[in-house]
């Protein structure tokens, strides 16, 4: 026979279910606007049926709350996590790429082209009969080569900062890496101890989601739940593993972290003559990492600062242009300039008094040398000019030509004054088509000003892209995850009146009991 009180026990029951369901409503809606919070669910079932003899049926006892659940769909974060990575990476370079644009500032008339361009003018106004002798079109000409090799060492000296900042901003990235790990190792363990009785720490998970969310801009995660291979019940608790590059980052409540914190010379600026440590990424126990294994901000980075290919382009490779035009126009200008004489015909020697040029075949006087050396200094043992020496840091103007009277001009000692045959030789070098493979000197660095706007605009498309894809995977989550005020006030209505009625319900059963208690069985008395 059926309990008297089993009425009062299943309103009772219905009570309290929605009283959670409203509960969990408040709480969904009090988190509209925090980051990274999924909405929750009460997950309610029938109460097990109390069976009535005699083969008549079972009677329901009520409602049961079974958890409270959140509204999270994995693959979505998954999706969520690889889209956002990839637009970290394109929005890093595209930054990257935007900064080594503005820092070349071409077109403009402070610009090497314009420099370039003024220094040939220069040599067209001494090439003239009648200015060849003069020492202000010889002046002229020096001060144009002076802001030529200055405007090619400040661009070399910007890149170069920019290098070091990069570096700087890639230690800041690891730390920020391992900041994160140990968050999510910490939440590991709290979320652990929380559910190992069966409950859900659904808002200890949401931050950890957050974290991980986060973590996947800078580096590229791969998210694992194990089981302790030790524990072989069925419903084992899981682990959460973090791993990169195949190792892990986190495995639970351990993190295990990067570090950047140990310098190594630069090759690059070593072949330079530059003394440059970078920042090595590596594992905290010195374990290697595989930079291209990484992706996200974190790899960006790395290629910004170290990629010196044409399928890596980083600073490098833009200084290595920038070498390879500094070298070869002192090449070729030092190549001609060498075989012409000064307004007085002297020779050049060398320290010990030793001539290293003659009367027939040039005086030996270079107009651009590495740190504005002399132009003796540029000769080896062997009597042939270190061009290789030159670079784009240190290019110079030869110290000798701080004497205008030696500035080069004419094609041999018996033709002074007012020849000026090596100078149009030197201005002839303006439109030699064979100098660099993409032309002239202004071709080489107008496709070289060109290529770096194809790459930026490209790494703009492609970050431009990335977002789209991006927000579009974040809706898709926030739609499946997100609180939605109107669904939680309809929620609270219907919860609301399902309250109301339970207890109404207690109300029924309380009058029906008060007359059982109180007025069954007076008669008689």
């Known amino acids: 026979m059926r309990s008297t009180f089993l009425g009062f026990n299943t309103a009772t029951s219905g009570l309290f279910a929605s009283q959670r369901a409203l509960d969990t409503t408040g709480h969904n809606i009090a988190n509209v606007n925090t980051p990274g919070y999924t909405r929750q669910r009460v997950e309610q079932s029938n109460a097990d049926g109390w069976r009535i003899g005699g083969g008549k049926g079972v009677l329901g006892t009520g409602v049961q709350t079974t958890g409270i659940e959140q509204m999270r769909n994995e693959f979505l974060d998954f999706r969520y996590r690889f889209e956002v990575n990839n637009m970290a990476y394109w929005e890093a370079r595209r930054d990257g790429l935007s900064f080594i644009e503005a820092s070349f500032n071409e077109p403009s008339e402070t610009g090497m082209l314009s420099n370039v361009d003024n220094f040939f003018n220069s040599l067209q106004e001494l090439s003239k009969e009648q200015n060849a002798d003069e020492l202000t079109h010889r002046a002229l000409v020096y001060d144009q080569s002076e802001a030529l090799a200055g405007s090619i060492s400040h661009q070399y000296d910007q890149l170069e900062k920019m290098v070091v900042d990069v570096n700087e901003e890639i230690k800041t990235t690891v730390d920020t890496i391992n900041l994160y790990a140990e968050q999510i190792a910490s939440l590991n363990e709290q979320i652990f101890r929380y559910e190992v009785d069966g409950s859900s720490a659904n808002d200890l998970k949401d931050r950890r989601n957050l974290l991980i969310d986060e973590l996947s801009e800078l580096v590229k995660v791969d998210v694992k739940m194990v089981t302790d291979p030790r524990d072989t019940s069925p419903n084992a608790p899981q682990k959460m593993v973090l791993q990169i590059a195949g190792q892990p980052l986190v495995y639970h409540g351990k993190a295990y972290q990067l570090d950047a914190s140990e310098k190594e010379k630069s090759d690059f600026f070593d072949d330079m003559g530059v003394d440059m440590e970078i920042n090595r990424v590596q594992w905290a126990d010195g374990s290697y990492l595989n930079p291209d294994s990484l992706e996200g901000e974190l790899k ?87 061009h290789t020496a030159i670079n784009a840091k240190n290019i110079g103007v030869s110290m000798d030509m701080q004497d205008l009277n030696k500035i080069p001009a004419a094609g041999s000692p018996d033709a002074l004054p007012g020849d000026a045959s090596v100078v149009m030789e030197m201005l002839e070098l303006r439109n030699k088509d064979s100098m660099f493979a993409e032309g002239r000197p202004e071709d080489f660095l107008r496709t070289l000003v060109a290529n770096l706007g194809v790459d930026q605009q490209q790494a703009m498309r492609n970050a431009e892209n990335q977002q789209v894809l991006t927000q579009q995977i974040n809706y898709q989550r926030m739609s499946y995850s997100g609180v939605s005020q109107d669904e939680e006030l309809a929620n609270m209505v219907k919860f609301q009146h399902a309250y109301n009625a339970s207890a109404r319900m207690i109300t029924t059963m309380d009058e029906m009991l008060d007359v059982v208690i109180n007025r069954v069985g007076l008669v008689g008395r």
Request: hydrophobic letters at 30%; glycine letters at 12%.
């Open 300 to 386: 960006a980075l790395i290629e910004l600062r170290d990629g010196n290919t044409a399928q890596k382009k980083g600073i490098p490779y833009y200084i290595s242009k920038l070498n390879e035009f500094a070298q070869t126009l002192a090449k070729e200008i030092n190549e001609v300039a060498k075989t012409g004489y000064g307004l007085k015909g002297e020779i050049l020697r060398d320290s010990d008094g030793n001539p290293l040029g003659d009367d027939t075949n040039g005086a030996g006087y270079l107009m651009f040398t590495a740190n504005g050396q002399t132009s003796a200094e540029m000769y080896d043992e062997n009597g042939n000019v270190m």
